[in-house]
Every structure is written in C-alpha cells, then in structure tokens.
C-alpha cells in the first residue's frame, strides 16, 4: 500500500496562492489514480480536484474551478494542488489520496488511501 504525506499548507491572506505538494511512498504513485479533498471544521469531507494516472485527465469540484490546478510528477512520486486566489471559505484541512483504479473519482469511499492532512487558514 501506498503512503502519502501532504505539506504545504499554511496561513495565507485572501487572494493569496500555495502550493500543496503530496509526497508518495511504499509503491510508485503512477499506478493510482490521486485526488484532493478537504474538510472544514463542522462539516463533510468533500472532493477538491482528481487527476488520472498519466494526468492527461483531470477533474474539480465547480467551487475550485478556475482557481486551483491539480498536477503530478510520477518521477518524483508526488502530486499537487496549487491554488490561487485563495477565499476564506477554502480553510480547511486538505488531504490527498490514491486509488487503485484507472478512472477518475470524486468521492471518498473511492480513495483506499490517505494522507495524514494539512491545514489552510485563508484570513479575509
């Protein structure tokens, strides 16, 4: 199985950009499937951005499109999410996944595995 380690994450103003990076581990990333997802505090896991195996295929949540660009090395086992013009209503804890399929998912049970999170606090 595959580990994963995000960073990255931060305190940034609104209209701001970072850049998530996750770091793969144990088998190589460019056998999964990877997607973003987030959290805030009170509500549900929800989808971020997923790109397929050889990025040729990616896909976002209509609140991040435009503004947030999912990418990956598979030389270096690690996947992306820049993210730009940052709102306050982006804070959350943001976690990466694999999943061992060839098709692009968009909810979490699809994910068999996950990183540990890292946060973003977008101030206004």
């Known amino acids: 199985q595959v580990q994963l380690v995000e960073s990255g994450g931060g305190l940034v103003q609104a209209g701001d950009s970072l850049r998530l990076s996750c770091a793969a581990s144990?088998?190589?990333?460019?056998?999964?499937?990877m997607g973003w997802f987030r959290q805030a505090p009170g509500k549900e896991r929800e989808f971020v951005a997923a790109?397929?195996?050889?990025?040729?295929?990616?896909s976002y949540a209509d609140s991040v499109k435009g503004r947030f660009t999912i990418s990956r090395d598979n030389d270096k086992n690690t996947v992306y999410l820049q993210m730009n013009s940052l709102k306050p209503e982006d804070t959350a804890v943001y976690s990466c996944?694999?999943?061992?399929?060839?098709?692009?998912?968009?909810?979490?049970?699809?994910?068999?595995?996950w990183g540990q999170g890292t946060q973003v606090t977008v101030s206004s």
């Open positions: 144990g088998r190589t990333v460019s056998i999964y499937t």
């Open positions: 996944a694999a999943r061992d399929r060839s098709s692009i998912a968009r909810t979490p049970s699809a994910f068999g595995s």
């Open positions: 790109i397929s195996r050889s990025g040729g295929i990616t």
